[in-house]
């Protein structure tokens, strides 16, 4: 089933947590909301679902107009990042429960009830915990069970607020990738919430990126790390140096340095004063002698960091700026650098991204 | 010389951190200490709690066991007894609606108006029972509009059954609300979410996510209701004119018969009350261990602080 958020707001007193968001989710797409806390998120997926009234704004499931629809009607599944699970429940209840509430003449006998229990407790791997209360799983068993509670009453679509938020590294790992099976298998509409960006890219179809109640760029995983819209997305979506530049001409100047800006979009409106130039750290190469064409600039290296799979690098530019770089094993074993030694720094080709001020 | 002090520091050397002390924990104290603190704590319970009790028993038995049941078979106390199994039976149930009404508003929602609700439920146990009850004189009084107008219809509230019911109803108003309010703050609402989304109605959530999550506290606030409903003496005292027979609850009735020097039948229906309140205590420790959320009233003040705040 498709969703349709139109030109959605919502306030809470004087907080404005959305501000006007439209987005168009496709039947069977994995979508993730991506961005800080406050920036919105899971107030959009609670209206999504019809926890929350928007101000303004409307939410169309397969084109029909939802607004109007309870929660209860709307038919969603909804897991909750505190798993939410009904505490005075066994494991088996608890999946049971939107089976047994269901209306008398749609609702199972308690036989059919029974299997499809199991066969979801098996789907999510926790056939064995039936009899158990929630307060004796862990943090991943309890996800798992919320997440086959959801499924028993085989909605249409599927929200998560973040899944994984409460786990450990190594769990949410593992949970990530049998999240992203189970939608290859079932495909479920599915949105989920969540401040990760590494989460967001590797599992979700389309990235919707959200900062202070707006949608900052929506676009596959590809797109939105490498052809950010704007600097918040650049900035969020990973590790970043940030200039203050000039513009001339056209060109970008960096200290007395002109660094080549070979992004058409981006250069068509470059004709004010000042701007910020975003890099990132692996997008920097090191030289020791000027490279042709004079697009770098000088560093002094401060603090080199050699452990873990890249060479982290830490320079002051010619201007005093602290730059980072990141180069790679081989490439710093070739350079054979040292704290204090002088050295050039290139920004690679189309990598920076300027944003005018 | 070196011994003595070497002794004197052996005396205080639970107060030095040492491997001599590891196996003590950071907390415990010598024995004399402890002793001592359980001692005055012990003989303060006994001198005000189970001396006094047992004295109630002593003296309603003091004329044997036949005089005793004689007390309690009098059509007057017979009387006594029913009144106030009557105002706790209504009493109680009302409560528990009431109580459980206010807390889920309270715990639940965001409305005008709000603090002054959770500051009004607290006013029945701020106020003397002796003030309650002549509030309900001065506003249902034969002198008051609206008891003129009640008793024109034929209608008798004050001096009467219902205006006991209704004193009993307002001094024991907050009990149940204070208990759930906390617990439910604690709860939270998104299990109830998760219900409705799941295709729960409101009624199915209620009674199969919400109730059971603070039942222990609703039973809980039943007892302390009921302890309370029964014992009640001030409001209902005002409220109720001393009919003999008609208007007499028990802790009335015991009060009437104790200042006509009939102490054995005083202290008689006194028991019966005593032994109430055993019971309701009883009931009240098994409900504790029952439950796995802590009830403390100031915890409950607490709580009801930060929700206001």
Same mark, same amino acid.
């Given at each position: 089933?498709?969703?349709?958020?139109?030109?959605?707001?919502?306030?809470?007193?004087?907080?404005?947590?959305?501000?006007?968001?439209?987005?168009?989710?496709?039947?069977?797409?994995?979508?993730?909301?991506?961005?800080?806390?406050?920036?919105?998120?899971?107030?959009?997926?609670?209206?999504?679902? @019809?926890?929350?009234?928007?101000?303004?704004?409307?939410?169309?499931?397969?084109?029909?107009?939802?607004?109007?629809?309870?929660?209860?009607?709307?038919?969603?599944?909804?897991?909750?990042?505190?798993?939410?699970?009904?505490?005075?429940?066994?494991?088996?209840?608890?999946?049971?429960?939107?089976?047994?509430?269901?209306?008398?003449?749609?609702?199972?006998?308690?036989?059919?009830?029974?299997?499809?229990?199991?066969?979801?407790?098996?789907?999510?791997?926790?056939?064995?915990?039936?009899?158990?209360?929630?307060?004796?799983?862990?943090?991943?068993?309890?996800?798992?069970?919320?997440?086959?509670?959801?499924?028993?009453?085989?909605?249409?679509?599927?929200?998560?607020?973040?899944?994984?938020?409460?786990?450990?590294?190594?769990?949410?790992?593992?949970?990530?990738?049998?999240?992203?099976?189970?939608?290859?298998?079932?495909?479920?509409?599915?949105?989920?919430?969540?401040?990760?960006?590494?989460?967001?890219?590797?599992?979700?179809?389309?990235?919707?990126?959200?900062?202070?109640?707006?949608?900052?760029?929506? @676009?596959?995983?590809?797109?939105?790390?490498?052809?950010?819209?704007?600097?918040?997305?650049?900035?969020?979506?990973?590790?970043?140096?940030?200039?203050?530049?000039?513009?001339?001409? @056209?060109?970008?100047?960096?200290?007395?340095?002109?660094?080549?800006?070979?992004?058409?979009?981006?250069?068509?409106?470059?004709?004010?004063?000042?701007?910020?130039?975003?890099?990132?750290?692996?997008?920097?190469?090191?030289?020791?002698?000027?490279?042709?064409?004079?697009?770098?600039?000088?560093?002094?290296?401060?603090?080199?960091?050699?452990?873990?799979?890249?060479?982290?690098?830490?320079?002051?530019?010619?201007?005093?700026?602290?730059?980072?770089?990141?180069?790679?094993?081989?490439?710093?074993?070739?350079?054979?650098?040292?704290?204090?030694?002088?050295?050039?720094?290139?920004?690679?080709?189309?990598?920076?991204?300027?944003?005018?001020? | 010389?070196?011994?003595?002090?070497?002794?004197?520091?052996?005396?205080?050397?639970?107060?030095?951190?040492?491997?001599?002390?590891?196996?003590?924990?950071?907390?415990?104290?010598?024995?004399?200490?402890?002793?001592?603190?359980?001692?005055?704590? #012990?003989?303060?319970?006994?001198?005000?709690?189970?001396?006094?009790?047992?004295?109630?028993?002593?003296?309603? %038995?003091?004329?044997?066991?036949?005089?005793?049941?004689?007390?309690?078979?009098?059509?007057?106390?017979?009387?006594?007894?029913?009144?106030?199994? %009557?105002?706790?039976?209504?009493?109680?149930?009302?409560?528990?609606?009431?109580?459980?009404?206010?807390?889920?508003?309270?715990?639940?929602?965001?409305?005008?108006?709000?603090?002054?609700?959770?500051?009004?439920?607290?006013?029945?146990?701020?106020?003397?029972?002796?003030?309650?009850?002549? #509030?309900?004189?001065?506003?249902?009084?034969?002198?008051?509009?609206?008891?003129?107008?009640?008793?024109?219809?034929?209608?008798?509230?004050?001096?009467?059954?219902?205006?006991?019911?209704?004193?009993?109803?307002?001094?024991?108003?907050?009990?149940? +609300?204070?208990?759930?309010?906390?617990?439910?703050?604690?709860?939270?609402?998104?299990?109830?979410? +998760?219900?409705?989304?799941?295709?729960?109605?409101?009624?199915?959530?209620?009674?199969?996510?919400?109730?059971?999550?603070?039942?222990?506290?609703?039973?809980?606030?039943?007892?302390?209701?009921?302890?309370?409903?029964?014992?009640?003496?001030?409001?209902?005292?005002?409220?109720?004119?001393?009919?003999?027979?008609?208007?007499?609850?028990?802790?009335?009735?015991?009060?009437?018969?104790?200042?006509?020097?009939?102490?054995?039948?005083?202290?008689?229906?006194?028991?019966?009350?005593?032994?109430?309140?055993?019971?309701?205590?009883?009931?009240?420790?098994?409900?504790?261990?029952?439950?796995?959320?802590?009830?403390?009233?100031?915890?409950?003040?607490?709580?009801?602080?930060?929700?206001?705040?």
């Amino acid at each position: 089933m498709s969703i349709e958020v139109r030109n959605v707001r919502k306030t809470f007193g004087d907080f404005v947590a959305l501000e006007d968001v439209s987005l168009e989710i496709a039947t069977g797409e994995l979508v993730a909301l991506l961005g800080l806390s406050g920036s919105g998120k899971t107030t959009l997926l609670r209206i999504i679902a @019809g926890l929350e009234i928007p101000d303004r704004g409307t939410i169309h499931f397969h084109g029909e107009d939802a607004s109007g629809r309870s929660a209860r009607e709307r038919k969603v599944g909804f897991v909750f990042q505190h798993y939410a699970l009904f505490r005075h429940m066994t494991v088996f209840e608890n999946v049971a429960f939107g089976l047994r509430v269901q209306p008398r003449k749609l609702r199972r006998s308690e036989r059919e009830i029974a299997a499809r229990v199991h066969d979801l407790l098996k789907l999510v791997q926790v056939d064995f915990l039936a009899s158990r209360c929630p307060s004796q799983l862990s943090g991943g068993q309890r996800q798992r069970v919320a997440l086959a509670r959801t499924l028993a009453v085989e909605p249409k679509v599927l929200l998560l607020d973040e899944p994984f938020g409460a786990l450990d590294a190594k769990v949410r790992q593992e949970l990530r990738r049998w999240l992203k099976r189970l939608h290859d298998e079932l495909r479920i509409t599915s949105v989920f919430v969540t401040h990760d960006q590494e989460e967001a890219l590797e599992l979700a179809n389309r990235v919707v990126v959200m900062n202070a109640g707006r949608v900052e760029q929506i @676009g596959t995983a590809e797109e939105v790390y490498h052809h950010p819209a704007n600097a918040f997305v650049y900035n969020f979506l990973g590790n970043v140096n940030l200039f203050h530049g000039r513009v001339e001409n @056209g060109k970008v100047y960096l200290g007395d340095t002109a660094v080549e800006v070979q992004d058409t979009h981006e250069r068509a409106h470059l004709n004010g004063n000042k701007a910020l130039v975003y890099v990132r750290p692996h997008f920097l190469d090191i030289e020791r002698t000027p490279p042709e064409g004079n697009h770098c600039f000088r560093a002094t290296v401060r603090n080199i960091n050699s452990a873990g799979p890249q060479v982290k690098v830490e320079l002051t530019a010619q201007w005093g700026d602290l730059v980072q770089v990141e180069i790679d094993h081989e490439r710093y074993q070739a350079l054979g650098l040292a704290i204090g030694a002088e050295v050039f720094l290139r920004p690679r080709e189309k990598k920076i991204f300027v944003y005018q001020i | 010389m070196a011994s003595v002090i070497r002794l004197k520091f052996e005396n205080f050397s639970w107060l030095i951190p040492g491997p001599a002390n590891r196996r003590r924990p950071a907390t415990g104290e010598p024995v004399l200490v402890r002793m001592i603190l359980i001692g005055i704590a #012990l003989a303060f319970l006994g001198l005000f709690l189970v001396v006094p009790v047992v004295a109630v028993f002593a003296q309603a %038995l003091q004329k044997g066991v036949a005089a005793y049941f004689a007390a309690i078979s009098e059509p007057e106390a017979w009387s006594a007894i029913r009144l106030t199994l %009557l105002t706790v039976a209504i009493a109680v149930p009302l409560n528990l609606v009431f109580g459980v009404a206010a807390a889920w508003a309270i715990a639940r929602f965001e409305f005008v108006g709000k603090n002054i609700l959770i500051t009004l439920i607290d006013l029945p146990f701020a106020v003397s029972p002796i003030i309650s009850g002549m #509030l309900f004189v001065l506003l249902l009084g034969a002198h008051s509009p609206l008891g003129a107008w009640l008793a024109s219809h034929g209608i008798k509230i004050i001096f009467a059954v219902p205006g006991i019911v209704l004193a009993t109803l307002f001094v024991t108003f907050p009990i149940t +609300a204070r208990e759930l309010i906390p617990i439910m703050v604690a709860v939270g609402s998104e299990e109830e979410e +998760a219900a409705m989304v799941l295709g729960a109605n409101g009624w199915h959530t209620f009674l199969r996510v919400t109730l059971p999550n603070v039942k222990w506290g609703t039973l809980y606030g039943a007892v302390l209701c009921n302890a309370r409903a029964m014992g009640e003496f001030g409001a209902v005292s005002v409220v109720s004119g001393h009919i003999r027979g008609v208007t007499d609850t028990m802790p009335l009735y015991v009060e009437i018969i104790y200042n006509d020097y009939n102490f054995v039948a005083a202290f008689a229906v006194a028991s019966l009350l005593t032994l109430l309140a055993l019971v309701t205590l009883l009931l009240k420790h098994f409900l504790l261990s029952g439950s796995a959320i802590p009830l403390s009233s100031e915890k409950t003040s607490e709580t009801v602080e930060r929700i206001a705040a």
